[in-house]
T-cell receptor, first 115, second 113 residues
Framework: GENVEQHPSTLSVQEGDSAVIKCTYS??????FPWYKQELGKRPQLIID?????GEKKDQRIAVTLNKTAKHFSLHITETQPEDSAVYFC??????????????FGQGTTLQVKP | DSGVTQTPKHLITATGQRVTLRCSPR?????VYWYQQSLDQGLQFLIQ???????AKGNILERFSAQQFPDLHSELNLSSLELGDSALYFC????????????FGDGTRLSIL
């Protein structure tokens, strides 16, 4: 069935270092890949997303790369700050008229940025 | 503010009881998704409705049911509650099933005592 694997489950970095989180998906029909940041008890907040017709997307300190052949995508955060500490989830979905749009989530990565 | 409204914010009840969680999607959104977030299971897709009809089903228990009403709000009904049903339940909405991203509500925290 559909599955998204996310690694690592926990990640601790020093402030200013980079952080990388990786995800692998199983459904080759997936064509939309969002990343969410979730603080304790709050709703997931979309921080960046990428569609299958694009290999890389950047937004300031955050970037996402997608390798459709290998079915994996990664989140890169540069110059990390303490406020980046949170749980990060990747997800995969279809988009467009032939898909339901449901999101299949990875297991989450707890990122701790030490001052 | 995502524009998606979920009520109540918190719900505390006992095993064996039944509860109803409510979601009002963003204005103009026809598609509603329900997700469950428990400590050991992460975020899991439960069910999706589009314009009043069920569109997709995930690992939703038979004790759970949902519907979407003509005004497009949706309700998730959980019955014969068990301790393991304690979780955060999120609703998300989008214009239609092919539209991304989805917009998440603030969730309902359900605690079973």
């Amino acid at each position: 069935g559909e599955n998204v694997e996310q690694h690592p489950s926990t990640l601790s970095v020093q402030e200013g270092d980079s952080a990388v989180i990786k995800c692998t998906y199983s459904d080759s029909a997936s064509n939309y890949f969002p990343w969410y940041k979730q603080e304790l008890g709050k709703r997931p907040q979309l921080i960046i997303d990428i569609r299958s017709n694009v290999g890389e997307k950047k937004d300031q300190r955050i970037a996402v790369t997608l390798n459709k052949t290998a079915k994996h995508f990664s989140l890169h955060i540069t110059e990390t700050q303490p406020e980046d500490s949170a749980v990060y989830f990747c997800a995969a979905s279809g988009s467009g008229s032939s898909n339901t749009g449901k999101l299949i989530f990875g297991q989450g990565t707890t990122l701790q940025v030490k001052p | 503010d995502s524009g998606v409204t979920q009520t109540p914010k918190h719900l505390i009840t006992a095993t064996g009881q039944r509860v109803t969680l409510r979601c009002s999607p963003r204005s103009g959104d026809l598609s509603v998704y329900w997700y469950q977030q428990s400590l050991d299971q992460g975020l899991q897709f439960l069910i999706q409705y589009y314009n009043g009809e069920e569109r997709a089903k995930g690992n939703i228990l038979e004790r759970f049911s949902a519907q979407q009403f003509p005004d497009l709000h949706s309700e998730l009904n959980l019955s014969s509650l068990e301790l393991g049903d304690s979780a955060l339940y999120f609703c998300a909405s989008s214009v239609d099933p092919g539209d991304q991203p989805q917009h998440f509500g603030d969730g309902t925290r359900l605690s079973i005592l």
